[in-house]
């Protein structure tokens, strides 16, 4: 999974990503200082590989992974090539999801763009952007659709759903807000279009607001319009954080009330947002997390792994991970009658420790 870290110039976007990849991604105060994105490949934390690996003495231990992408500051004017405008959109495209960095502290030491703090605004200013990008792809493919509709009827479908997209951006609203059905989510998903990505909104405070203010409330309502996750968190906290040793960190975070990091809030958001859960092998070569999403049955989830897991699937022995602990091994669970044996039609669930039998 591949989450674009965007916003205004100046709002925390690689001090947050500094924070959550510990790539060191510059962070300065002025415009720009961002061109060329930065990439970093983090793993998501999940306590439950740890104790998996110490029962079954694991030599390995896999944890499944994100990719951020460090994207340069969009200004107003960006969808028209302002500030490299055309540059950083097209960075956005390839991406699976938007991590949209609103600044919601005061600090007459660091620049805001606008002169001001203005949370809502800003959001507004960098959904319009992507918004008119989008109008301009469509402009350039209805008149093709139009074209083919006059040699294949079949395509009218294709130009009434891109005349619909069309009228719904003209309103200022994002295509992740149009309800439609599946096939028509599919065709809006086929275009590969900015504003159709799922976004977390991420509010970022403060030392002295880590539990939020006006702004974050504002932050949080704008969110909940959109349908889209939103978090608060202090990046240049959280980046503070990364340079301590983990008894210094675990006193520091006492100290502030944080209970998980920005890297653990800004995963369960995105997999919340995204519809993924994890499921779990464990052996004693090694303990791995596999990423799926919610709803997918065994011979698929299994085809993860390797493909002739999926082509030959026989049955999946699946135990839950809190019952496996309480075992203290998988012979014990089956013993005890807790090691379940499912078929092709099974749906995973996020705390399925997973064996899967096949046969190439």
Known sequence: ???????????????????????????ANYPFCTIEPNVGIVAVPDERLTKLAALYDSKKITPTTLEFVDIAGLV???????????????????VDAIVHVVRCFDDENITHVDGSVNPLRDMETINLELIF???????????????????????????????????????????????????????????????????????????????????????????????????????KLKEDLVALDDDDRAIFMEEY????????????ASYDLLGLISYLTAGEKETRA?????????????????????KGFIRAEIVDYQTLLECGSFNVAKERGKVRSEGKEYVMQDNDVVLFRFNV
């Not at 402009?139 to 479908?157: E, F, G, H, N, W």
């Not at 799926?292 to 989830?301: D, L, N, R, S, V």
Request: glycine content about 10%; overall charge neutral; aromatic content about 6%.
């Open 133 to 235: 990008a989008d109008m301009e792809a469509i402009d350039r493919r209805l008149p093709k659709a139009i074209s083919m509709q006059k040699a294949d009827k079949k395509y009218t479908v294709d130009v009434e759903r891109l005349e619909k997209m069309k009228a719904w951006l003209e309103e200022g609203k994002p295509l992740r807000t149009m309800a439609v059905d599946d096939d028509f989510k599919a065709f809006i998903d086929e275009q590969f279009l900015l504003t159709s990505k799922p976004v977390i909104y991420v509010a970022n405070v403060d030392e002295n607001t880590i539990g939020g203010n006006d702004y974050t409330e504002a932050v949080t309502k704008g969110a909940a319009k959109e349908g889209a996750g939103c978090i608060v968190l202090c990046a």
């Open 1 to 27: 999974m591949k989450l674009g870290v965007v916003g205004l110039p100046n709002v925390g976007k690689s001090t947050l990503f500094n924070a959550i990849t510990k790539a060191g991604a510059q962070a």
């Open 76 to 94: 107003k004017g960006a969808s028209r090539g302002e500030g490299l405008g055309n540059k950083f959109l097209s960075h956005i495209r390839e």
């Open 290 to 310: 596999w990423t799926i999403e919610k709803g997918t049955k065994a011979p698929q989830a299994a085809g993860k792994i390797h493909s002739d897991f999926e």
């Open 257 to 268: 009330g944080l209970t998980e990091s920005g890297l653990d809030k800004l995963v369960s």
